[in-house]
């Protein structure tokens, strides 16, 4: 199945510099429609207003986390069905049950590279 690589995707994290990574390693792999959001908040304010194809999220973000952006996402019957990646550094086994129940795509653990993203 081939990707639309001007899908619309959004990356969510209170860490500048991850966010400028995560976006340059969205453009390596072909990707050019690419927004962000600092935190779970904004993220479901942007969700809300522009309807995206990705939502690739930092778990550790205040005031809203990415798990509680995730809950928040699958809860809403307008968001529910968007793919969506969650980008942490924890790799706590609880984390990932947490997030999978939740109902996450997939769980990156960082560090990571293009091709890990490409992958997801």
């Known amino acids: 199945m081939a990707v639309d ?12 510099t ?10 390596q792999v072909g990707f050019d429609n690419i927004d962000e959001a600092t935190d779970g908040a904004m993220a479901l304010t942007k969700l809300r207003r522009k309807k995206y194809s990705l939502v690739i999220s930092d778990w550790n973000m205040e ?4 798990y509680e952006l995730l809950k928040e996402v699958r809860a809403d019957a307008e968001l ?3 793919p969506f990646i969650m980008v942490t550094a924890e790799s706590k ?9 939740a109902g996450v795509n997939n769980y990156i653990v960082k560090p990571f590279n293009a091709q890990t993203l490409k992958q997801s």
């Open 93 to 101: 086994t609880d984390n990932v049950i947490a997030a999978k129940k």
């Open 5 to 16: 690589m001007n899908m619309p995707i959004l990356i969510v994290d209170d860490y500048k």
């Open 63 to 66: 005031p809203m986390t990415g």
């Open 80 to 82: 529910k069905d968007t």
């Open 18 to 27: 991850m966010l400028r990574i995560v976006h340059n390693l969205l453009k």
